[in-house]
Protein backbone atom coordinates (compact mmCIF):
# COMPACT_ATOMS: atom_id res chain seq x y z
CA UNK A 1 0.00 0.00 0.00
CA UNK A 2 0.92 3.49 -0.52
CA UNK A 3 1.72 5.63 1.91
CA UNK A 4 0.19 9.82 1.02
CA UNK A 5 3.34 12.39 0.50
CA UNK A 6 2.61 14.71 3.82
CA UNK A 7 5.03 17.09 1.46
CA UNK A 8 3.78 19.59 -1.31
CA UNK A 9 7.54 19.00 -2.66
CA UNK A 10 8.39 17.03 -5.37
CA UNK A 11 8.84 13.32 -4.35
CA UNK A 12 12.21 11.93 -4.44
CA UNK A 13 13.76 8.86 -6.49
CA UNK A 14 16.79 7.16 -5.35
CA UNK A 15 19.37 4.73 -6.94
CA UNK A 16 20.33 1.54 -5.72
CA UNK A 17 23.44 0.66 -7.44
CA UNK A 18 25.26 -2.51 -6.69
CA UNK A 19 28.31 -3.45 -8.22
CA UNK A 20 30.85 -6.38 -7.29
CA UNK A 21 29.18 -7.25 -3.92
CA UNK A 22 28.82 -3.34 -2.80
CA UNK A 23 26.44 -0.67 -2.49
CA UNK A 24 27.15 2.29 -3.80
CA UNK A 25 26.11 5.50 -1.32
CA UNK A 26 26.58 9.49 -1.24
CA UNK A 27 27.46 11.59 1.82
CA UNK A 28 26.08 14.76 1.27
CA UNK A 29 27.64 18.25 2.15
CA UNK A 30 24.53 19.46 4.15
CA UNK A 31 22.70 16.88 5.78
CA UNK A 32 18.26 16.17 5.32
CA UNK A 33 17.27 15.94 8.31
CA UNK A 34 19.29 13.42 10.63
CA UNK A 35 20.59 11.59 7.34
CA UNK A 36 24.30 12.01 6.20
CA UNK A 37 25.20 8.84 4.38
CA UNK A 38 22.36 8.03 1.23
CA UNK A 39 22.03 6.34 -2.18
CA UNK A 40 21.87 8.40 -5.00
CA UNK A 41 18.90 10.59 -5.14
CA UNK A 42 17.14 13.93 -5.90
CA UNK A 43 13.71 15.03 -6.94
CA UNK A 44 11.78 14.17 -9.54
CA UNK A 45 11.59 16.56 -12.15
CA UNK A 46 7.71 17.60 -13.60
CA UNK A 47 6.66 15.18 -15.86
CA UNK A 48 9.61 12.40 -15.23
CA UNK A 49 8.94 8.95 -14.45
CA UNK A 50 10.60 7.74 -11.35
CA UNK A 51 13.05 5.40 -12.95
CA UNK A 52 14.54 8.38 -14.94
CA UNK A 53 14.76 10.65 -12.21
CA UNK A 54 16.95 7.58 -10.42
CA UNK A 55 19.19 7.31 -13.42
CA UNK A 56 20.05 10.94 -13.94
CA UNK A 57 20.47 11.65 -10.23
CA UNK A 58 22.81 8.93 -10.50
CA UNK A 59 24.73 10.00 -13.19
CA UNK A 60 24.46 14.04 -12.14
CA UNK A 61 25.72 12.99 -8.67
CA UNK A 62 28.62 10.16 -9.31
CA UNK A 63 29.24 10.25 -12.72
CA UNK A 64 27.85 6.78 -13.77
CA UNK A 65 25.90 5.73 -16.32
CA UNK A 66 22.81 3.18 -14.93
CA UNK A 67 20.09 1.47 -16.41
CA UNK A 68 16.73 1.16 -14.26
CA UNK A 69 16.42 -2.40 -13.67
CA UNK A 70 13.23 -2.67 -11.24
CA UNK A 71 10.93 -0.15 -8.62
CA UNK A 72 12.05 -1.57 -5.22
CA UNK A 73 8.94 0.17 -3.71
CA UNK A 74 8.05 3.94 -1.92
CA UNK A 75 7.65 5.46 1.29
CA UNK A 76 6.88 8.77 2.86
CA UNK A 77 10.38 8.42 4.75
CA UNK A 78 10.36 8.48 8.51
CA UNK A 79 13.00 11.02 8.90
CA UNK A 80 12.60 13.57 5.78
CA UNK A 81 8.72 13.39 5.32
CA UNK A 82 9.53 13.42 1.53
CA UNK A 83 7.69 10.90 -0.82
CA UNK A 84 10.72 8.62 -1.96
CA UNK A 85 10.78 5.69 -4.38
CA UNK A 86 14.04 3.08 -4.47
CA UNK A 87 15.32 1.81 -7.83
CA UNK A 88 17.51 -0.87 -8.23
CA UNK A 89 20.09 -0.09 -10.98
CA UNK A 90 22.65 -1.58 -13.17
CA UNK A 91 25.79 0.04 -14.17
CA UNK A 92 26.62 0.77 -17.97
CA UNK A 93 29.48 2.79 -17.77
CA UNK A 94 31.48 4.81 -16.24
CA UNK A 95 33.49 4.97 -13.12
CA UNK A 96 31.85 6.53 -9.73
CA UNK A 97 33.50 9.62 -8.14
CA UNK A 98 32.22 12.83 -6.72
CA UNK A 99 30.56 14.84 -9.86
CA UNK A 100 28.10 17.21 -8.12
CA UNK A 101 30.90 18.57 -5.89
CA UNK A 102 28.38 21.23 -4.54
CA UNK A 103 26.31 18.34 -3.29
CA UNK A 104 27.79 15.58 -2.27
CA UNK A 105 31.13 15.57 0.12
CA UNK A 106 32.02 12.03 -0.56
CA UNK A 107 30.70 8.91 -2.00
CA UNK A 108 31.57 5.11 -0.63
CA UNK A 109 31.16 1.46 -2.17
CA UNK A 110 29.48 -0.35 1.45
CA UNK A 111 29.85 -4.28 1.70
CA UNK A 112 26.69 -5.75 2.60
CA UNK A 113 27.68 -6.18 6.54
CA UNK A 114 28.85 -2.63 6.72
CA UNK A 115 25.68 -1.04 5.62
CA UNK A 116 24.46 -0.60 9.23
CA UNK A 117 27.44 2.03 10.00
CA UNK A 118 26.30 4.00 7.33
CA UNK A 119 22.36 3.77 8.11
CA UNK A 120 22.25 3.15 11.63
CA UNK A 121 18.13 2.96 11.52
CA UNK A 122 18.39 0.64 8.69
CA UNK A 123 17.42 0.34 5.26
CA UNK A 124 13.57 0.47 3.74
CA UNK A 125 12.83 -3.14 3.96
CA UNK A 126 12.56 -3.70 0.15
CA UNK A 127 15.78 -2.19 -0.32
CA UNK A 128 17.73 -4.46 2.46
CA UNK A 129 15.62 -7.49 0.83
CA UNK A 130 16.91 -6.55 -2.52
CA UNK A 131 20.71 -6.35 -0.96
CA UNK A 132 20.52 -8.76 1.30
CA UNK A 133 19.93 -10.88 -2.28
CA UNK A 134 21.96 -9.44 -4.91
CA UNK A 135 25.01 -8.53 -2.33
CA UNK A 136 25.24 -12.49 -1.10
CA UNK A 137 24.42 -14.27 -3.89
Same mark, same amino acid.
Given at each position: ??Q??TD ?6 A ?6 G?V ?7 T ?16 E?R?? #?? *????? +???? $?T?? %?????? @?? &??P ?11 Q????? #?? *???TE +?L?? $???? %????T? @?? &????L???V??Y ?6 S
Amino acid at each position: MTQQNTDERPGIAAAIVVHEGRVLMVRRRVTEGQLSWQFPAGEVEPGEERED #AA *VRETR +EETG $LTVA %AVKLLG @ER &VHPKTGRLITYTACQILGGT #AH *VADTE +ELAE $LAWV %AHGDTL @EY &VPDGLFEPVQEYLDAALTS
